[in-house]
């Protein structure tokens, strides 16, 4: 089967999602942010099928595409097992020390229950979730913890989340007053992956429908997306659908290093039955600490200043500068994004402190060129290039292609 080429459908407004997505991605990319790096990109990402290929009626790429684009699913439940292996190393608590214990990201005084600083733990090892929902303004997902519990629950206007090991509440609104859904702070299905993968799609892509697969007790195509380009860290996307609904059932992000998949993660079981109604009831227990957004800082959460915590995206990018300081290098899949910090560069381990100079050696690697000299931060999937004297060079590419980009800039 030909590739499916998606250059001749791609519209203005896809190709500004798409660059509002690198937006997105490039808001993670400075030290303490790396831990966010892999929540960003990950969001729930499939996995585990069931032995035996359904033998299903002949589809192309082209229509499996379709059939996602006009899935109309709005209620389901089920059990979503996540594991992310971006080769980051063991936290062992770290992420509490960059972010403020219990506290949201970058605060030191923000609520555990906020999404934002919760939700990172999916940034490594394997996590299991509880999801729901029932149409746009119900749904709910669960992060079953050792002996805890994190729920963020989303009915009409009120957004819910609640970390039962420290008893703390976190209100915020579905739409705040810069049109902003919270929804878009926490991630989602992969459904929500697929869709963001498939902005993708163009002339530096290969889109194949590659057999079957039988996933959470559904028979399910299995729509295979790889770059053509060299230099790009991804090696292929595959993505189980729903053969019946068209839901996209697993999602499964391989490096182009080969090795295990950066993240594996999908339905371990679904139902298209409607939720009862009290799945997304909520009321602070009693005793709990509740943190109204505005008290954690929403003004920090206004457009340029916050970014992507997982799947269900938000449209910001990095401060200082956001959006509006950020360029985008080449196309498709090795493209690169830039900006400035307007900073002096990041520290080396021995000029920071104790467990954060530890985990910035971990993952860095010095590096030189036209530019001067810099340090590139690495995972399996994402790469930046932090220059000496502030600048920022980001992708899912390769140290070498990061190091061409910052060279040819200067």
């Known amino acids: 089967m030909a590739p499916y080429g998606s250059d001749d459908s791609t519209t203005p407004d896809e190709t500004d999602d798409l660059r509002a ?5 490039a808001r993670y990319v400075v030290p303490v942010a790396v831990v966010g790096v892999a929540a960003a990109t990950i969001g729930l990402v499939p996995a585990l099928a ?3 290929d359904p033998d299903l009626p002949k589809i192309s790429a082209q229509q499996l595409i379709e059939k996602i684009a006009a899935s109309d699913v709005e209620q389901l439940s089920g059990t979503v097992k996540i594991t992310t ?10 992420e509490n020390s960059l972010t403020g ?8 005084d923000g ?8 939700l990172t733990a999916l940034a490594t090892g ?33 957004v819910w989340g609640y970390d039962s090991g420290t008893n703390e509440v976190f209100h915020g609104t579905a739409d705040d007053s810069d049109g902003k859904d919270k929804r878009e702070e926490v991630p989602a299905t992969p459904k929500d992956l697929t869709e963001d993968a498939l902005k993708a799609v163009d002339d530096t892509t290969s889109v194949t429908v590659e057999g079957t697969a039988h996933v959470a007790g559904r028979d399910a195509y299995r729509l295979v997306i790889k770059p053509k380009d060299s230099g790009s860290t991804v090696g292929q996307v595959t993505v189980a659908v729903d053969a019946k609904t068209g839901l996209p059932l697993k999602f499964t992000l391989t490096p182009a290093s080969g090795g295990a998949a950066v993240v594996d993660a999908g339905f371990t079981q679904i139902s298209y039955a409607k939720p009862a109604a009290s799945t997304f009831d909520f009321t602070p227990p009693k005793g709990a600490k509740v943190t109204e957004e505005d008290a954690a800082g929403a003004p920090e959460r206004h457009s340029g200043d916050s970014g992507r915590s997982g799947g269900f995206s938000g449209d910001e990018g990095f401060a200082p500068g956001g959006p509006d300081g950020l360029d985008v290098i080449g196309e498709g899949w090795t493209s690169i994004a830039t900006f400035d910090t307007g900073g002096e560069g990041i520290p080396s381990g021995s000029e920071a402190d104790g467990a954060f ?20 931060f690495k995972t399996r999937l994402i790469n930046a290039l932090i220059t000496d004297d502030g600048k920022v060079y980001v992708g899912a590419v390769t140290k070498d292609a990061l190091v061409k980009a910052a060279n040819e800039a200067r």
């Open 21 to 25: 997505g690198r937006r997105r991605a």
């Open 50 to 52: 069931d032995s035996g």
């Open 85 to 94: 292996d971006l080769g980051l190393p063991d936290f062992g608590g770290l």
């Open 101 to 108: 214990a219990g506290g949201g990201a970058g605060s030191g």
């Open 111 to 118: 609520s555990s229950a906020d999404p934002t600083s919760k």
């Open 126 to 158: 394997t996590h299991t979730l509880r999801v729901a929902a029932d149409g746009e303004d119900k749904q709910k997902l669960s992060l079953l913890e050792n002996a805890a519990e994190y729920s963020l629950i989303h009915n009409g206007k009120d």
């Open 357 to 376: 100079g530890g985990f910035l050696d971990s993952l860095g690697d010095k590096a030189s060129g036209k530019f001067g000299e810099g340090t590139v």
